[in-house]
């Protein structure tokens, strides 16, 4: 009986250990993502945002976010830490950015985060 309970002994280990090593990276990779509230941006940006992620690709009328196409809204505004209203072409592929959308999804705002 006793051997029984030894022979689980690394079994057990192997099984904390595997655990551990997939959530521990993934538990990283949420705090990073949600590390923004130690950025300081000005008092005009928004405290949320419905979406972040690097730009792929931006036209005149579209934009490619973390590969997901968005329509920007007939009024959309542009805004960068330097700048409360600025011009698309401020935005480039690999920015990462903020983004507000309206019930259309479009993107109605689009904020730069990082360079």
């Not at 250990?17 to 950025?39: D, H, M, N, R, T």
């Not at 000005?42 to 419905?50: I, S």
């Not at 690709?57 to 830490?81: H, L, M, N, Q, W």
Request: with cysteine; proline share 4%.
């Amino acid at each position: 009986m006793r051997h029984a309970k030894i022979k689980h002994i690394p079994f057990m280990i192997i099984s904390v250990l595997l655990i551990v090593c997939v959530v521990l990276p993934l538990s990283i990779c949420y705090a990073q993502k949600f590390a923004k509230g130690e950025w300081a941006f000005p008092e005009y940006y928004p405290k949320k945002f419905d979406g972040e992620g690097y730009i792929d690709r931006i036209a005149k009328d579209e934009i490619v976010i973390d590969d997901c196409g968005y329509r920007f809204s007939r009024f959309v505004r542009y805004a960068t830490p330097t700048r409360k209203n600025t011009v698309r072409s401020r935005f480039r592929a690999g920015d990462f950015v903020g983004y507000i959308t309206n019930s259309k999804h479009e993107i109605e705002s689009l904020w730069l985060l990082k360079k």
